[in-house]
């Protein structure tokens, strides 16, 4: 059992939740909008159908964690073995310090919004970097610094949100009308694509999942956080995203910059837009935060299984795995470089069909898993929900990004199969931690 000294460093089920509800909501919900506005009706069906996928993917993930709290890798290798528990753990790794450069992307562009001159895209280019270089300290101090910085930038990020809420109730109950709808058909594709999107939006719940060690009673905790974070959210999405369409026509959101800080200066003025800009930039820090976060623990869980470099197991502190944060805040800062030749928006583009088309194999196997340790029909009839949602979802992505997911997978392979040539050459022996012994394959 833990000493007091090892709980008190430890974060309990409201950090965690700060953390669910912190990395889901970033950049993505705010400039949504104006990829939505075109497909009218259709977005508001992908809002539903996205909010109830990804909580039957939540709950999948919530009973995989009751297994225990050693992390989504262990929980999987239970079940499929040690390979297919690497490929959850490199793809979750992969899909984290690619999502951190888009969200870091995110966050300088909406202190741009705000008023602040970068000097064009090469100026917002290196803020994003600052920003990664910033969080990346601060998650070097370790997970209870994380957790408190992700509670006051959720209280934060909430309040461009609950404004529009506010404006469109507001709206309603006085007797004004709402904006039409763009004059989309419905149709499978269109929900589809519309589902896809909003999809994104909601990733990030699974990082509650990458702390191993440092949450107080996982098995409860996890679980707890997971459901009742991502049921947050869903809610708030639904009513939001909604409400944004409604009060502001199709024609002025599709080409809007900020969509929600256009809806405010309509009611309140420059001074609104402004702050809820600002407020935008503070909730893609909020979720870079928990990415980081994320990132580090799972290249951290990886190296000492000896399947990443095992200078990356390296930790300070109470096992802050500080050169695993290293190596993931530079693997995003060279994919920013790579790409700076890009406009602002088509890097945005890209790297969110990265980090999706990646995450989404971390989605598949923990229901996949969570179904074969949950015999009770109305388990399985979620998890089966959860399936069909991310088929679903893999179909609205498209080619190009489910060929990414590939190349990604088949990398990693390569990784491992180098790490253990050079682990066997050297006889090293993997340090696995608070970790069982993998099944046969």
């Known amino acids: 059992m833990a000493d007091r000294s090892d709980q008190s460093a430890m974060i309990g089920v409201w950090m965690t939740s700060a953390l669910v509800v912190g990395t889901i909501i970033g950049s993505g919900i705010f400039m ?112 209870r610094a994380v957790g408190g910085f992700s509670l006051v930038t959720v209280a934060i990020k909430l309040l461009p949100l609950l404004a529009v809420i506010w404006l469109f109730i507001e709206r309603g109950a006085s007797g004004g009308t709402f904006e039409p709808l763009a ?9 589809a694509t519309a589902s896809a999107l909003t999809f994104f939006a909601f990733t990030g719940f699974e990082s509650a999942t990458t702390p191993v060690g440092k949450v107080r009673d996982p098995s409860r905790t996890i679980p707890r956080a997971l459901i009742g974070g991502t049921a947050f959210v869903v809610a708030l999405y639904l009513v939001a995203g909604t409400a944004i369409q409604m009060l502001l026509p199709a024609g ?21 837009a402004t702050f809820a800009a600002l407020t935008i930039a503070v909730a893609a820090i909020g979720c870079l935060n928990g990415l980081i976060l994320g990132t580090g623990e799972l290249g951290y869980a990886m190296a000492l299984r000896g399947d990443l470099p095992a200078f990356m197991a390296k930790t300070r502190g109470v096992n802050t795995p500080v050169v695993s944060q290293i190596v993931g805040m530079a693997l995003s800062i060279v994919l920013l470089l790579a790409n700076s030749s890009r406009a602002t928006a088509s890097l945005f583009t890209f790297i969110i069909l990265l980090s999706t088309a990646a995450v989404i194999v971390v989605y598949l196997t923990a229901a996949l898993a969570a179904w074969k340790c949950s015999p ?57 931690a608070n970790a069982p012994a993998a099944p046969p394959e």
Do not use: K
């Open 32 to 143: 949504l909008p104006v990829s939505l506005a075109p497909l009218g009706r259709n977005a508001l069906i992908g809002w539903v159908v996205s909010g109830i996928g990804v909580l039957c993917i939540a709950y999948g993930m919530a009973r995989l964690s009751r297994l225990g709290g050693e992390g989504i890798q262990a929980n999987v290798e239970r079940e499929y073995g040690s390979t297919v528990a690497f490929l959850v753990a490199w793809s979750f790794w992969v899909s984290n310090w690619v999502a951190q450069a888009s969200v870091a992307i995110g966050a300088a562009s909406a202190l741009a919004f705000a008023g602040v001159d970068f000097g064009g895209p090469a100026g917002v280019l290196l803020v994003a970097i600052g920003w990664l270089v910033i969080l990346t300290a601060v998650n070097a101090i370790g997970v």
């Open 183 to 191: 004059q989309m058909p419905v149709s499978f594709a269109n929900i």
């Open 252 to 272: 002025v959101v599709a080409n809007s910059a900020a969509p929600f800080a256009d809806a405010l200066v309509s009611h309140w003025g420059r001074g609104a």
């Open 376 to 432: 009770a029909p109305a388990s399985r009839a979620v998890l089966a929900l959860a399936v069909l949602f991310i088929a679903f979802a893999v179909y609205g992505i498209g080619l190009e990004a489910n060929l990414w997911c590939l190349m990604l997978l088949a990398a990693g392979l390569v990784v491992r199969a180098v790490m253990q040539r050079i682990n066997s050459s050297v006889g090293a022996t993997p340090a696995v």
